[in-house]
């Protein structure tokens, strides 16, 4: 099996599994998405029972009268935003994990260009190009 081959199989691959992670996360039903006043509003009214926080701007919660769940994004900086969850009763759940999606995304072009500059290379040796031999180092002697 020859490299090309075989980095069309991988990149088939990758692109498949890329294409079944949007397909179900688009497929999952949507969490309505609420302003950071109407979050405030409703944790102060004792409407809010569980939330998870993630990255610190994100927000992911469930209704106590079961009207569902929610989503919000809040400011990093807000000081008072702990204070006010905890004084209302909200069970707080952190979350910094960063997702295998988000990963993948990240490391995919590092990937890919590495792969590239390895074909160039092999390409430029076969024409006959062998990598140059590094420069000979002279000693001198020094003058006592």
């Known amino acids: 099996m020859t490299t090309r081959r075989l980095l069309l199989i991988v990149l088939f691959v990758a692109f498949n599994f890329l294409a079944l992670l949007a397909w179900r996360r688009h497929t999952e039903t949507e969490t309505p998405s609420i302003s950071y006043s109407r979050f405030l509003n409703e944790v102060e009214a004792g409407q809010v029972g569980r939330i998870v ?4 701007t994100h927000v992911e919660g469930e209704y106590l009268d079961n009207r569902g769940r929610f989503r919000a994004r809040v400011p990093s900086n ?3 935003l702990y204070w006010t969850l905890r004084e209302n009763g909200v069970d707080m759940e952190i979350d910094e994990s960063v997702s ?3 990963l993948l995304a990240a490391l995919a072009p590092a990937a890919l260009f590495v792969g590239l500059l390895l074909r160039r290379r092999r390409r430029w040796i076969r024409a006959g190009n062998p990598i140059a031999p590094a420069p000979e180092r002279r000693e001198t002697v020094g003058s006592l």
């Open 53 to 56: 926080i993630r990255r610190q």
């Open 78 to 80: 807000d000081p008072d």
């Open 100 to 102: 295998n999606v988000a």
